[in-house]
């Protein structure tokens, strides 16, 4: 690079000089430096796509849970319920 001397300071300071860069090599990247994302398809959201938890399908799976490992049913009933819910 070539440096450029700036004077009219007590001291010599040098300074690099910008050198423009033809278009032809300037590296495209991928990487967008922008908080938007790309336009194009959106995928599908999760909340649209949404199956209904029933009562009984609770009331299986804390049977299930209960078959398995014992416990009581308030504790089964949340865990089978927090279970359906995540999936």
């Known amino acids: ?3 450029k001397k700036i004077t009219g300071t007590s001291r010599k300071v040098t300074q690099p000089v910008a050198r423009s860069i033809p278009a032809a090599e ?3 990247a991928d990487v967008r430096n922008s908080p938007l994302p ?3 398809p959106r ?3 999760q ?3 949404s199956k ?3 009562r009984e399908m609770i009331q299986q799976r804390a049977y299930e ?4 490992e014992g416990g009581n049913e308030y504790d089964n009933w949340c865990r089978a319920e927090r279970e359906l819910r995540s999936v």
């Open 65 to 68: 849970i209960w078959q398995r």
């Open 1 to 3: 690079m070539a440096a």
């Open 26 to 28: 300037v590296p495209k």
């Open 47 to 49: 909340a649209t796509v």
């Open 43 to 45: 995928p599908v959201a």
């Open 52 to 54: 209904q938890i029933t």
């Open 38 to 40: 790309k336009a194009g």
